[in-house]
């Protein structure tokens, strides 16, 4: 099997992904850093294996790991081994550490947060309309990073005075450019800073899932100070990262499909066709680490070895033909039925799933119609993907906003 090496720069996702899925439903790769590991490139294999409890989400269990060969200072260590959280747990102890965190983002209670979402939706876009007309607006600055930050930070009682800094240290994070000597010092300040929201919240406790966290740990519920730490920062990241990627993505496709884009404007096709749409074809996350083999386990005419790692590879998986037909690699908002799974599947599936569907269903019909007549700013073959292996994610997203609401100023 030949071993397929994850470009650290991001420079053709489309392609390496296609060499993925090329390679069969299940492939060697290496990433970035030198580490092997095992993808999963098709959609039923994927499907499978995210519920198969052979493979686990202990990283003891990672012969690599036993052997200490992954450095300390690996740019990815910090998705490699986040910290004990629901993340990096299963069975009795996920479940324990999940509970409260799906309770509050159910479907219901999501649905509590859309006038909040709203309002901080029509903040933004009056911010919009007050920037000097005729000039690039970076999109994804302006308008998709500010939303999905402001509402799990208010859903987790994080302070916008911390925004900037939590800003610079997930850039660092997510980063395979991050330099080593800057890693451990990276993975510190980010404990450090989520340790001292959560002892703010223990002092003075608010209407918040972060102070929920910690009352339930008060209340029996047995949650270390390292699991509510680990929580946070894993509800905050993925919180945000995600719906800013999806936000992005629906405009590019949007933009680059003009047809399309026609349709969903004069309501000939809905607004959730086009979000689920772009989930599966261009997926926010492109890989997500890291879950690990107890057993030898089939995967097709394939053996995912005991003890080796294995990544998702999502970006390959939304375009399997085997799932979705010869038009897989089309974009089509109409797509009926669309099973994606860019969210998860099986007992790890992304609590926030409901949330990030709210923030982009908002967000995104709200934006096209108080600027009907926007454009990109750059052709499309300029858009340059963040050096992220894990995250579908532009630098930016240069457009012309055009006159608001489509009439003259």
Request: proline residues 7%; aromatic residues 6%.
């Amino acid at each position: 099997m030949t071993r397929i090496a994850l470009d650290p720069f991001v420079t053709d996702l489309d392609g390496e992904s296609a060499a993925l899925r090329a390679a069969g439903p299940l492939a060697e790769v290496e990433l970035p850093g030198g580490v092997h590991v095992y993808a999963v490139t098709r959609h039923a294999e994927a499907r499978a294996l995210l519920t198969d409890s052979r493979v686990v989400k202990d990283i003891n269990v990672w012969g690599a790991w036993q052997r200490g060969e992954i450095p300390m200072d690996w740019p990815l260590i910090g998705l490699a081994n986040p910290g004990r959280s629901m993340l990096t747990v299963d069975g009795a102890d996920h479940r324990r550490l999940r509970t409260l965190v799906a309770q509050a983002l159910t479907v219901k209670r999501v649905e509590r947060l859309r006038a909040g979402i709203e309002a901080l939706t029509n903040a933004s876009l009056e911010k919009l309309a007050a920037l000097p007309a005729g000039q690039p607006v970076d999109l994804k600055a302006e308008f998709a990073y500010p939303l999905p930050m402001n509402v799990i930070s208010e859903l987790m009682g994080v302070d916008a005075a911390d925004h900037p800094r939590l800003k610079e240290l997930f850039e660092k994070f997510f980063s395979t450019q991050t330099p080593p000597e800057e890693v451990p010092q990276m993975m510190a300040d980010l404990g450090a800073l989520f340790t001292k929201i959560v002892d703010a919240k223990r002092a003075n406790p608010g209407d918040d899932l972060t102070s929920a966290l910690i009352a339930a740990s008060e209340d029996g519920d047995h949650l270390t100070d390292e699991e509510i730490v680990n929580t946070l920062q894993l509800i905050i990241a993925a919180g945000h990262e995600t719906t800013i990627s999806l936000i992005v993505n629906v405009v590019e496709a949007l933009q680059t499909h003009p047809e399309q884009r026609k349709q969903v404007l004069n309501g000939e096709i809905g607004w959730d066709g086009v979000i689920e749409e772009t989930l599966r074809w261009n997926t926010p996350t492109s890989h997500v680490l890291i879950r690990f083999a107890t057993e030898d386990i089939e995967v097709g005419d394939r053996i995912l070895p005991k003890g080796e790692g294995l990544i998702i590879s999502f970006g390959a998986l939304g375009r399997d033909e085997e799932a979705y037909g010869p038009t897989a690699g089309e974009f089509d908002t109409t797509r009926t039925p669309n099973r994606h799974i860019a969210f998860g599947h099986g007992p790890h599936v992304c609590p926030g799933a409901a949330l990030s569907r709210l923030e982009a269903g908002i967000a995104l019909p709200a934006l096209y119609e108080r600027f009907p007549e926007l454009e990109l700013a750059v052709p499309a073959s300029e858009l340059r993907n963040k050096p992220i292996v894990t995250q579908n994610d532009l630098y930016e997203l240069p457009v012309e906003l055009g006159c608001p609401f489509g009439h003259d100023a």
